[in-house]
């Protein structure tokens, strides 16, 4: 499975981004659980949001009604709708793909496939 991000990039704080992520290589996206996940300079990567085979959603705390995940299973593709926008949410945006009828997990170690990474930078 390969992932690629995109849709990342430079806003101001208020402001909002879609980032998307296509799968390819893989037969049955619409059973994998999805996950973002981000990673600010000099922190640790945290959850962002994960979406199960069945539409089930979590979020962190921190992008709770700010941020949307979804997934289009035609296309392979995730996303995540990203709005009012905040300085600290400035980091590199993973896409990630777990095991097929996986329940949404914060965990890593619960995902078996990552992207590249997708830079988002918000301006104070």
């Known amino acids: 499975v390969q992932l690629v991000e995109s849709g990342g990039g430079l806003v101001q704080a208020g402001g909002s981004l879609r980032l998307s992520c296509t799968a390819s290589?893989?037969?049955?996206?619409?059973?994998?659980?999805m996950g973002w996940f981000r990673q600010a300079p000099g922190n640790e990567r945290e959850f962002v949001a994960s979406?199960?085979?069945?539409?089930?959603?979590i979020y962190a705390a921190s992008v709770k009604r700010r941020f949307t995940v979804s997934r289009d299973n035609d296309r392979n593709t995730l996303s995540l709708e990203m709005n009012s926008l905040k300085p600290e949410d400035t980091a590199v945006y993973f896409c990630?793909?777990?095991?097929?009828?996986?329940?949404?997990?914060?965990?890593?170690?619960?995902?078996?496939?990552w992207g590249q990474g997708t830079q988002v930078t918000v301006s104070s």
């Open positions: 290589g893989v037969d049955s996206f619409a059973l994998l659980v």
């Open positions: 990630a793909a777990g095991r097929q009828f996986g329940t949404t997990s914060e965990s890593e170690t619960k995902y078996n496939y």
């Open positions: 979406i199960s085979w069945t539409r089930d959603t």
